[in-house]
C-alpha cells in the first residue's frame, strides 16, 4: 500500500500578550538608545544635554571692575563721520572712529594693563571681501590692535571660528594683513586648539571651545553689524559662535537661547561694533554690495547687551525683536535699554 502524502500545515501564531509587547518594545528602545549614546560619542564634538549636567557653569569674564564705576566716562560711546560729501570732505577714517569712541569711553588703558595678553575677537566667518561687509571691516581690527598695543598690551592675538575655510576667510577679509601690518598675531582654528568646557547654558551644555579666544588676560569683542537670516541681527553677542567647535550649525534650531548661553559664558572686557559698511539683508554672508549701506559709525561699550540693542536700529532693527536681547536682559548680563547708559556721541 502507498503510504499518504504528508500534509504541510502552517504554523499556528501565538498572539504575544501585553506584557511580553512591553517587555520587547522596553528591548527595542534600550538598543535604540545604546545606539544613539554611541552615535553621539563617536560623531557630534558638541552637544546639549544640560537638563543632566553635574558642576557649576564656566563663565569667562574679563571685564574691568572699574569700568562702570568711573561716572566721568561714557558706557556707550558712538563716534560717527560727519559724511559732508556735499563739500567734499572724506569721511573720518576707521582708526579715528575707534579712537574717538574709546576716548569717549575714557582710553584703552582703561581695559588694557601694561604686561596683558589681549585677544582681539573680529567677525572672520565668511570667504568674502570688505565691501560684502559679512566681516569686520579690516581697518577696524587693525585699529583696536595698534591701540592696544599703545596702551601696553604685551601681545594682541587676533583670532576667530570661520564658518568657511579660515585661510580663505583670513586673507580674503583683509584681516590677515591688516592685524599683521600693526603686529598683530593671528592665529586660525586648528582642532589642537579646541577643549571641552562646560557652559551649563539652556541650550549649550558641554562644548569644544577655541582656547585662545579664552586663555587671555583680556578680551575685546569687536563684531560687524549686519542682518541675519535667522536671528534677525548679528553684531556682539551673536558674535561667540566664533568660540566654539563642533557642528554649531545644530543651534540654530535654538538660536536666541544659544545666543545668551554664548554670552552668558563669554563677557568681554571691551565691545566694538563696526558699522563703518553694513549688510542692510541677505546677511549674515552677503556677497551683493548693494546689500550694503556706508555709515562711518563705530559704537562702542562696556555692555554687549546694549551695544547690540543700539546697533540694531542701524539696520531697521528694533530690541523687542530680538529675543536674545532680552535673555541677555534677564540674566544680568547688560541692559536691552541702551539710553539708560552714560551715552556720549562723538
Known amino acids: 500500500m502507498k ?5 504541510k500545515t502552517e504554523p499556528t501564531l501565538v498572539r504575544p500578550s501585553r506584557r511580553e509587547l512591553l517587555v520587547r518594545g522596553g528591548a527595542a528602545l534600550g538598543v535604540l538608545a545604546g545606539s544613539a549614546a554611541i552615535g553621539r560619542a563617536v560623531w557630534d564634538q558638541g552637544g546639549f544635554g544640560v537638563g543632566s549636567a553635574e558642576g557649576a557653569r564656566q563663565v569667562r569674564d574679563f571685564r574691568v571692575a572699574s569700568a562702570r564705576k568711573e561716572t566721568q566716562f561714557a558706557e556707550l560711546a558712538i563716534a560717527r563721520s560727519p559724511l559732508a560729501k556735499t563739500a567734499g570732505e572724506p569721511p573720518l577714517a576707521p582708526m579715528q572712529l575707534v579712537r574717538n569712541a574709546l576716548e569717549a569711553l575714557g582710553g584703552m588703558a582703561r581695559f588694557v594693563s601694561r604686561g596683558d595678553i589681549v585677544v582681539v575677537k573680529p567677525n572672520i566667518g565668511w570667504d568674502r571681501m570688505p565691501v560684502h561687509a559679512a566681516n569686520t571691516n579690516p581697518d577696524v581690527v587693525a585699529a583696536v590692535v595698534q591701540i592696544a598695543y599703545e596702551a601696553g598690551a604685551k601681545r594682541v592675538v587676533v583670532a576667530d571660528g570661520s564658518c568657511n575655510d579660515p585661510n580663505r576667510c583670513f586673507q580674503r577679509s583683509g584681516i590677515w594683513r591688516k592685524a599683521y601690518a600693526v603686529g598683530g ?3 586660525l582654528p586648528a582642532e589642537h586648539r579646541f577643549r571641552t568646557m562646560r557652559l551649563k547654558g539652556d541650550v549649550l551644555d558641554e562644548w569644544p571651545i577655541f582656547t585662545t579666544l579664552v586663555d587671555a588676560d583680556k578680551v575685546i569683542n569687536v563684531p560687524v553689524a549686519k542682518h541675519h537670516n535667522l536671528a534677525k541681527f548679528t553684531a556682539a553677542m551673536k558674535n561667540w559662535y566664533g568660540v566654539l567647535g563642533g557642528r554649531r550649525n545644530r543651534l540654530h534650531q535654538n538660536i536666541d537661547t544659544s545666543i545668551a548661553d554664548l554670552a552668558t559664558f563669554m563677557r568681554p572686557s571691551l565691545t566694538v561694533v563696526d558699522a563703518i559698511r553694513v549688510l542692510v539683508r541677505n546677511g549674515p554672508q552677503g556677497g551683493n554690495i548693494d546689500d550694503t549701506r ?7 561699550s562696556v555692555d554687549q547687551v ?3 540693542a543700539f546697533a540694531c536700529t542701524l539696520i531697521g532693527q528694533h530690541r523687542d525683536n530680538l529675543p536674545y536681547l532680552k535673555m541677555g536682559h534677564e540674566r ?3 541692559t536691552m535699554y541702551w539710553e539708560n547708559l552714560r551715552v556720549k556721541e562723538v
Open 3 to 7: 503510504s499518504k502524502p504528508e500534509v
Open 185 to 187: 598675531e593671528v592665529v
Open 294 to 300: 556706508e555709515m562711518h559709525t563705530i559704537v562702542a
Open 306 to 308: 546694549a551695544a547690540d
Open 332 to 334: 544680568g548680563i547688560g
